[in-house]
Each structure stands twice: as C-alpha cells, then as structure tokens.
C-alpha cells in the first residue's frame, strides 16, 4: 500500500524545529498523571525547570494543552523497525514516526533484521539510523545467539561495548530453547548488567502452530499452540535465572497460566531479577476474531482466549506483570494478504498501545494514570537501564513527556497510521485518548497527530 | 440460493436438505439414460483449482460439471505463496478476470476458500471449497450424507460413529457439522493423540474405544490415516492403530445388521480397513463416489442456476 508519508520532511537537516535543546516551551494547563487542577510546566534546556500554577516565564513556545494529562514518555521494549532488509515493510524513520505519535520517547528495535543484529556493525547502524531521524530514542537489540539460529552465542559483549551500549539481549521471532545456551546467554550478560528477552516458545510442542490451541484452532482446521509451550519455558528459565542471577525478561506473555506461574516465581524469596511485558493485543483481543482467517489476526505467540486476556489484564493490574509492549510488527501488503498459514505473524502496534491500555486498563479501573505511566513508561525504562527515560514528571527532570487528551475518541485506520505497513488489527475501532504531543529532551517530536519538524541530532 | 461453499458448518437444515433432494433428483433423471447430460448450465465457465493431489474429487467435480454442460478448465495449481509462485489471490484474479463463474479450490492452507470468496466476491466468482487443509471439505459430507439417506432413510435420531485421525481430518470436521445439523447424533473415536483439544464443543460424543461403540452405531465412516501421521508420534505403530481402530471382519459382526460403512477413500487396505470389509455389501464406497458426482452436480446447480432455473 503506498501512500504519502507525513514524515518524508524528516531528513533534510536544517528545517525550523519546535523547541531544542537551547528553547524554552510552555505547557499550559496540563494535568501531571491526570492528578489536581491543571498546572504549568516550563520546558528549557530539555529539563522541566518549572511547575507551577499561572507561570508567565518567556518561552519560545507555549502549548495550550486544555487540562491534558502529562505523562513521561512512553518507552517500548519491543519494537521491529525492520530496517535493515525489510524497508518495504518499515523503516527506523517511520516506526520512529509512529513511536513518537503513539506517545514513544524511547523504542528497542529488536534483531530479526536481515541482515540479524548479532554485532557491532548493525546495532551501531540502526542506533545512529535513530540518532539521524531524531524523533525517538532507538536502543538496538542484540541477538542473543548468532544469526538467530539458537546454536551459539552472539558476541554479546562487543555490542554491550560498542556505541549503541546493547543492554537488551533477544532473538525474539524464535526461543532460546537450548536450555543450557540460554543458561550461558543468562550468566555471561551479567557481567554488563545486560537483560536477556526470551521469547517464549518451545518449538517442539509448536511446530506447524497457526493459532491458540482450543475451541477456535479446533473448529476452523489450524494447527494448534499450545499454552504450555509458553508456559514451560518460563519456568525453566525463571529458574535458570534463579541458579545464575541473570536477568531475564520475559516477552508478550499470553496465557493465563504464565501470568500465575510468574505470580507466585516472584512471591518467592529471593525471586531473582525476572520481568514481563504484555502486548496491547494480548489485553485486548481473542482468537474469536479468527473466523474468517483474515491474517492481519495472525500474530506469534496467538490470540488466545477471554479467560486469558482478563489473566493479563489482572495481572498487569497487581504487578505480576510490569510493562506493556508493543511487539509492533509491521509486514508487507503481501506477507498478509494471503492463506492464513502463508502469512507471516504481527500486527502494528506503537499508535494503537495507549488507547487500548486506557479501552483495557484505565477505564475499567484497574490502573489509574500513574498505573498507565508505571507500565508504559517507568517499568520498561527501569528494566531496560535507561536513566534518562521513565522519570517523574517534576522539575529538574529530563523533558522526555506525552501529553494525553483523554476525553477526545479516535477511529482507527490502518491506513492513516505512519508506518509503511497498515497491519493494524485494530482497523475500524473506536479508542480512547489521543496524543496531543510528546516532547523528548525538550523538543516536540508529535503534535495533533502530525511529526513535528526536526533536526536530527547528528 | 448459496452464494459460496466454503463450510458444511454454514449449511442450515433446509439448505443442506435442498442440496441432497436436488442429487437426487438429479440421479433419477439419468438414470437408464444413454446420453447423460443435462443443458441447465451451458455457457458457464467452472474451474477446478487443486493445489493438492487429489483424483477422486477433482474427476468427480469435472464429471459433475461436465453432465450439466458446463465448461470446465482445470488448472493444476502447482506451489502457493509459500513457495514463492504465484499468490493464491493473484491466481484466484486471473481466472476470474478470464471468465470463471465459479472456482472450485483444493488447498492445503485452513481457510484458503475463505480467502478466495473474499477476494472473489466483488467480480461475481463463487467459490466451492474442495478441501482446505484439516478444516472442511463440504462436498464429502453432502456425499456421505446422500449415501446414508439411500441406506438409511432418513438421518433424524440415527446415530453415526466417525473413527480414525480427527485431528488432521476435513472430512471429520464437515461430517460431525452436517450430521449434527440433520438430526443425527455422532460418536467420535479415536486415540486422544489424534483427538482435538476444543472437540467438547464440537456436540459430539468422544470414545477411545471402538467396539463398545458398533453395536449401537447406524453408520461408521472410517477416516484414512495419512502416512505422514503414521510417522508423526500420534500412536506406537500402524499395527498397534490397525488392531485397535480398523475396521476388520469381527467388527463388521459386532455392528446391528442394517448398519453401513462409509470411507472418504483412498483407502488403506488393511489399515483402517480390511478388504474383505471394504469389499462387503456392508460397505458403501462405490455409492459415496456415485453419489458424489450427484451430489455436486446439485451444488453447481444450486450456486450457478439460480432459483429461476430451478422452476
């Protein structure tokens, strides 16, 4: 599907920004967590300088923003920029351009590129590819084994120690199965404080899978995945970063059972350093919708079923989750239009995140707004290491924010979102709160739902 | 009047009953007749499209087709999307942007027919589904159906067992669907390897063994067990599946006296069924294939002529 890209003004360098590094913009009205009456923030130097009712400090900018509520920035611990080798699918500059209109300030990109990010050279590429377009942190990820194909070692420590600082390990798209690589990946990233993100997957109880196993993969002829799949490799490698003290994360939980196998791993004492992350679709969508085998439904691990989203979703709620993720995964018009079975699995997600978890989490009640900045932003950039992102919206704080209109509702359209792709399982629904803008480091990167102009850092 | 055929799950009662008074119908009109050939769809353009092997079906389509005037073109369809060919849809377009009324498709993908009828429906094309991967193959459970009403009369209250590889099987799934939808009751067995998780809502009732089903059976249909399974680690050995599942002489005794077998075929001879059984008037499989061409003459005549031909 080709279209006209919002953000084809992105790479001229030179261009008028809104706001900098050396500017000064005002937030007016804006309500930090959705908290009290609306207040003021003076953005200078990329830090909130000040917070106050009625400020009337000179600025280069003022925002008006209605009582919208402030937020730091969004940070995404998976994220497929597909650049390089997929450019027809997505690129760092569009998924940055749909990062920061999803309210993103910082996204990892994971490795299944192709060429794989399993060295130096690549996760450099793609971290200054980032730097270039300027519109959101890209923190590469690093394959975990070399050339995602689970038999040796990646050379974790070379791309820990290059410029793009990899503190993210993953060959997500497939499992570390090897039980004894993945106890080796656990204990060798400890010696650079590095987390290793598993995707959880035993292949030999998924081979040929193409939905949740149950009522639905029963009826319409698709090969089942099993929840236990899942579920038994999470334990094993809870365990295994138990034995060694490794930090393992574990990606898209989708089955009820993996969210009370991880509830009561981390009630134990002594629990080590174990995270998980939920997709946006995964609290929101069932395999009910796979009745027409549309494969903009196909997603790896599956939609599964109604008992399984509200375990997530409560589980998200109490903690025994941290964070949600995208797993934004944009494919080519023909990787999905297709037989389900052909179609590769992924669905777009940076734009959509927000309002599904405000649809799924916030207007149900199970979180409020700083439940929405604990699992958005906070917990993943905590996770990931980040010192500058997931911080308090206070002063002296980096400028790294998004501001949320939550009364306006929006229609999604796959093919209105920036990324080259238009996979959005979401297609035709309503969602709940709207980007006004995100801010990183001071400088607007999305506003009313348009890039803002800028100079990359280079 | 059906616009597609994807599913025997999408058939109602009145349908499905439509379609198998019309088979028979039409098998009265041939019968004894020298010229078999009826003019109801001269000037339609039908094509198969099997990505699958499959002599029986596609022989039995293009007969079909054939004694009702119609043009028929058969395309074999060799690699899909997977195997960087040509798209399905791409393929789908073409012929039906040459002048295919209606496009009968065998695939290996779950849900390729769905896919076609999407992408058809705009242009006018219908669709039969001929098979699609372990999901329906609608046109053999309206033939096992016809099949049972010639042995059995009527299916209401009658009660049928379908045994072997439920999980892989098409031709399970289309049965337990269509049977249930007039008024039969159906008795699935089969070893849990090869039974799937999610069957409880399927309304049948599921058994791992065989003989205490037969005698209170009015029909088995014994599955084939594709070779790939047997290697699959779905059970030990085919012997071990043999004795335990197939069809074989004492079992044909254990059945009440008017009770018939069916087999979608090809068969396996001495694997899922023994020969003498297979070649006993118990058994019904030369009927299923007659009845098969009948059978789809009636859905090319109930998607393609039209109610006003039907007059």
Redesign the interface.
């Known amino acids: 599907m080709n279209r006209a890209k919002e953000t084809s003004n992105l790479s001229g360098g030179g261009m008028s920004g809104i706001g900098g590094p050396g500017e000064r913009i005002l937030l007016k009205d804006v309500r930090p967590y959705g908290e009290g009456e609306p207040v003021d923030v003076l953005v200078a130097g990329g830090v909130i300088a000040e917070i106050g009712s009625g400020l009337t400090a000179d600025a280069d900018e003022i925002l008006h923003a209605d009582g919208a509520v402030v937020l730091p920035g969004f940070v995404d611990l998976h994220t497929h920029l597909r650049e390089p080798g997929r450019e027809d699918a997505e690129t760092v500059e569009t998924g940055s351009a749909a990062a920061a209109l999803g309210g993103y300030t910082a996204v990892f990109a994971m490795a299944n590129t192709d060429p794989v990010a399993d060295n130096a050279v690549i996760v450099e590429h793609v971290w200054r590819r980032g730097r270039e377009v300027g519109l959101v942190d890209v923190h590469p990820v690093g394959a975990v084994t070399a050339g995602l194909r689970g038999s040796e070692l990646a050379e974790l420590g070379t791309m820990a120690r290059s410029a793009a600082k990899v503190r993210v390990f993953s060959d997500d798209g497939r499992c570390v199965d090897d039980p004894l690589l993945m106890r080796r990946a656990l204990e060798y990233t400890g010696a650079f404080g590095a987390v290793v993100a598993q995707h959880a997957e035993d292949p030999r109880l998924t081979v040929q899978a ?1 939905a949740h ?12 995945w ?1 929840a236990p799949a899942e579920e038994s490799i999470v334990a094993r490698d809870c365990m295994l970063a138990g034995h060694t003290g490794g930090r393992l994360h574990v990606c898209h939980v989708s089955t009820s059972g993996t969210a009370e196998f991880l509830r009561w791993w981390r009630s134990q004492d002594g629990a080590t350093a174990v995270s998980a992350e939920v997709t946006p679709h995964h609290l929101l969508l069932t395999d009910d919708v796979l009745g ?3 494969p903009v439904h196909k997603v790896n691990p599956p939609l599964r079923a109604d008992a399984d989203v509200h375990a997530l979703r409560r589980a998200l709620a109490d903690g025994t989750l941290d964070c949600v993720a995208t797993d934004h995964a944009p494919h080519a018009a ?1 990787d999905k ?6 179609a590769r699995p992924g669905m777009l997600g940076l734009q959509t995140a927000l309002g599904v978890v405000l649809h799924t989490m916030l207007e149900p009640g199970l979180l409020d707004w700083r439940g929405v900045a604990r699992v958005m932003s906070e917990h993943p950039a905590r996770i990931a290491g980040l010192a500058d992102q997931g911080r308090p919206v206070a002063e002296g704080e980096p400028a790294n924010l998004v501001l949320v209109d939550p009364e306006t509702r929006w229609t999604v359209r796959g093919a209105e979102l920036a990324s080259v792709s238009a996979n959005t399982p979401f297609e035709g629904m309503e969602l709940p709160g709207r980007v006004m803008a995100t801010m990183l480091r001071g400088r607007i990167t999305a506003h009313e739902g348009k890039i803002a102009r800028a100079e990359g850092e280079r | 009047m059906i616009r597609h055929l994807l599913s025997a ?1 999408s058939l109602d009662a009145d349908t499905a009953t439509g379609v198998l008074d019309t088979a028979d119908a039409l098998k009265q009109t041939l019968l004894g007749r020298e010229v078999r050939k009826l003019p109801t769809l001269r000037g339609r353009t039908v094509v198969t499209m099997f990505y699958e092997n499959s002599t029986r079906t596609r022989v039995s389509f293009e007969v079909a087709g054939k004694w009702m005037s119609a043009d028929v073109i058969n395309v074999s369809a060799t690699g ?3 195997s960087k060919g040509e ?3 791409d393929t789908a377009l073409t012929l039906s942007a040459a002048g295919a009324d209606c496009v009968i498709v065998r ?6 027919a ?2 076609l009828a ?1 992408w058809l429906d705009e242009a006018g094309t219908q669709v039969v589904n001929a098979g ?5 193959h609608p046109t053999q459970a309206l033939l096992d159906a016809a099949t049972l009403r010639e042995r059995l009369g009527e299916l209401t209250g009658r009660r049928v067992a379908i045994v072997g590889d439920l999980l892989h099987s ?1 031709v399970a ?1 289309s049965n337990v669907h269509l049977l249930r939808t007039l008024g039969a009751e159906v008795v699935l067995v089969a070893p849990p390897t090869l039974v ?7 309304g049948a009732e599921v058994r791992h063994e065989l003989d205490p089903v037969l005698a209170g059976v009015d029909a088995v249909m014994m599955l084939r067990v594709q070779a790939e399974r047997m290697h699959g680690g779905f059970f030990p050995s085919a012997r071990e599946y043999s004795i335990a599942y197939g069809m074989n002489e004492t079992r044909l005794g254990l059945l009440p006296e008017h009770a018939v077998v069916l087999h979608p075929g090809p068969m396996l001879r001495g694997m899922e069924i023994a020969p003498d059984v297979a070649d006993s008037p118990r058994a019904a499989v030369n009927e299923q294939v007659r009845n098969g061409v009948h059978v789809r003459m009636a859905v090319l005549y109930h998607l393609l002529a039209g109610e006003e031909v039907a007059a």
């Open positions: 193409q196993e149950g009522a639905n993969a029963a009826r319409l002829g698709l090969a089942g099993p027409n085998y549309d023909q239009d297709c037989e389900w079975s052909a | 799950e899909s999307s997977t798209s399905l849809r695939h290996p993908a779950s849900g390729a769905h896919r999407g699609d991967g372990m999901h329906e098409r799934r799937p998780s999610g069957v409880q809502h399927w």
